[in-house]
Each structure stands twice: as C-alpha cells, then as structure tokens.
C-alpha cells in the first residue's frame, strides 16, 4: 500500500462514514430510531462522530499526505487493519447500553493502535509532524476520557470533555493550516519572529481548558478568547509573504482559519447577547466550517499534486460547504425558530459540497501514480 493510497482511502472513509453517516442517522432517522437505549444519547453520539470519527481519521491521514515525506506508510494488511478497525468502531457506537462493553472493547482500537504506530515512526517525522502527533494524543486521551464518562453517566464531566475536544482540535487547526500553507509555498522553516507567536498562541488555548476544568465563569473564558483572537489574527498575516496570500488555494485554507476564529468572537457576543450561544452555533463556527474546509482541502492538495492544475469544480464544492457551515450557524441565531429548517438546509449544502467532489474527483484522485 503506497503511502498516497493509504491516505486518501483514509479520507474516502472520513467523508463517507464521518460525515454521511452520522449526518444522515441524527437528522433524518432520528424519529425511527430508538437512541433511549443505546449506549449514547443522539447528541452524544452525533458529536462522537463528528469530532473523533470525521477529525480523527483526517487527523491520522494528515501523517502521510503529499505534504510530508516521512513517515513510511504501513504495509498493506495493517493499512486494511487499521480501515477495519475504524469501520467497527462506526457500528459499535451504537450498541445498547447493557452490552456498554461493545463501545468500550472496540471504540478505542483505532485509536490507539494509531498511536502506537506512529510512535514508531516518531524518530522519523519531521519537527512539523511531532506537533501534530502530540495534539494528536492529546485528543485520543480526550476519547478515552469521554468514553469513560459517558458509560457511568458522568453528565457534566461529557460535556466538559467535549468541550476540551474542540479546544484541541482549535488548536490543531491553528497548527495545521499555517504547516499546509508553508508546505505548498515551498517554505521549509517559519521565520524565528513567527515561530515565537506560534508558540505564544498556544497559551490562551491551555488557558480555555484550564477554565473548562476549573469551571471558570464565562467572562474570563471570554477575556481570554479576545487574547487568543489577538495573537491569532497577527500570526494570520505573517503566515506567509502578502503576495502569496492572495492564491485561491491560500485564501481557502485562512477561511478554515477564520472559521477557527469566529467561535471565539460569537462566545464573546453570547456574554451580551445570549441568543447568540442557541443551537450551538459557537460549536458548529468550528466543526462545520473549519473542518469542512480544512478537509475538503486536504482532498484538493492530492488533486494538484496529481494533475498540476486547478479545477473550477472546487470552487462549486467549496462553495456548497461555506454555505452549508452560514446557514448552521447564522440562522439559529437571528432566526431560532427556524433551527430545524436550517439543520436540514444547512446539512443538504454541506454534505452535497463533499458530495460533489468525490463525484467529479474520485476517478483522477485514485489513478495510481501521484
């Protein structure tokens, strides 16, 4: 199994099971299936999905994109291991709760035979993929936990726990964009002043969970979020020289960014105007925008790296998400009765966006040479 195939089969699973799966299984086969009885409520399951099944194996797949040389994929029957043991884990999430032992036996697998191999190959990553690697096992650390939680009924420790989660994933967003965006404009070393920020820009994320942990009030998570949207905003225009910034391809991934950004501002607003926290749009400023994006165009990066071009077809697929990622999050807002509407709308967008693209990209992203 070459190191391309491997990840792209990863992605191609990450789309088809992250994101239709449990897409499609809470939203329109909610009322016909009985989540009383499951090991997770809808809502916990939902967020499962979406932060440790969709962002957990693009997270895994990012180790051996284009991008990178090393580490060296594994062989083929342990890349088909690895594919089984994320497809189980999909369909042991939703075993009932007195077989709680299905979830717990299988839903850790993955992750951390995941880990193990990359462990191996730690020597060999370059200093960009070590902090990859260390959000990465902080986030399965936050799987094991919520995990753990979910099955003695810990209420308020999920919620925290999942609140953690997407602090990580925050963070690793704020990592990983500016890595592709070097990578892709060939710029091997950030300059010493640029690493310095990235290096304080980690501090108001630590801080977010110590206050999660600590159940600070919301002010001073709000105060610390306007340090964190400060650092990140200089850190955004030093990211790489202006005149490259100005590329449709750069431009897309800073719109991951600055949908890692908005969360923080509308939890700023939510301590005036509460409404602006309903229907969990804070959440989904993240999830849906800046993962959708961050992984629609990791998909993009092998396109280019196969054909040397662009496609207008990504623009079109682009602009279904973006679409689908406003109507999540600005329309519970200024209209909340209309919540369910836009939860259908707005999942119709997003998922036609990823849709659209394994269609009109799947015969030449999966041609053999890269």
């Known amino acids: 199994m070459s190191k391309n195939s491997f990840s792209k089969v990863l992605i191609t699973l990450g789309f088809i099971i992250g994101i239709f799966y449990p897409k499609f299984l809470t939203i329109f086969l909610n009322d016909r299936l009985d989540f009383k009885g499951l090991f997770f409520s809808i809502y916990q399951w939902h967020s499962h999905e979406m932060i440790y099944g969709f962002f957990g194996v693009i997270f895994f797949a990012l180790f051996y994109s284009p991008l990178f040389e090393k580490p060296k994929p594994p062989e083929r029957i342990i890349g088909l291991f690895f594919i089984f043991l994320f497809i189980i884990e999909r369909f042991s999430m939703l075993a009932p709760f007195e077989n709680f032992y299905v979830p717990l036996l299988f839903g850790l697998n993955f992750w951390l035979f995941s880990l193990l191999f990359l462990a191996f190959n730690y020597s ?85 969970i110590l206050s999660i942990l600590l159940d600070q009030e919301e002010n001073i998570i709000a105060m610390i979020y306007v340090l964190m949207i400060s650092i990140h905003l200089i850190r955004a225009f030093g990211i790489i020289e202006f005149n490259k910034m100005l590329t449709f391809k750069n431009g897309v991934l800073l719109s991951a960014y600055d949908f890692a950004l908005l969360g923080p501002v509308l939890y700023i607003i939510s301590c005036f105007y509460p409404q602006v926290s309903e229907g969990r749009s804070i959440i989904h400023s993240l999830t849906t925008g800046s993962i959708g994006i961050l992984s629609l165009s990791l998909f993009y990066i092998y396109y280019i790296k196969i054909t040397r071009k662009h496609n207008i077809w990504f623009g079109a697929c682009y602009t279904l998400i973006i679409l689908g990622s406003l109507l999540r999050i600005f329309i519970p807002i200024f209209w909340p009765d209309k919540l369910l509407i836009s939860l259908h709308w707005s999942s119709g967008f997003w998922v036609s966006g990823f849709l659209l693209f394994i269609i009109r990209f799947f015969k030449v992203l999966y041609r053999k040479q890269v």
Not at 142 to 151: A, I, R, Y
């Open 124 to 208: 060999s990553m370059q200093s960009d993929q070590k902090k990859i690697f260390w959000l990465y096992a902080c986030l399965i650390i936050c799987k094991v936990l919520f995990l753990s939680f979910v099955f003695v009924q810990a209420f308020s420790w999920i919620n925290k726990i999942q609140l953690i989660s997407l602090e990580i994933i925050r963070l690793s967003v704020f990592f990983i964009i500016p890595i592709i965006m070097r990578k892709e404009n060939q710029i091997n070393e950030e300059e010493r002043p640029q690493k310095l920020i990235t290096y304080i820009s980690v501090i108001p994320s630590i801080l977010v």
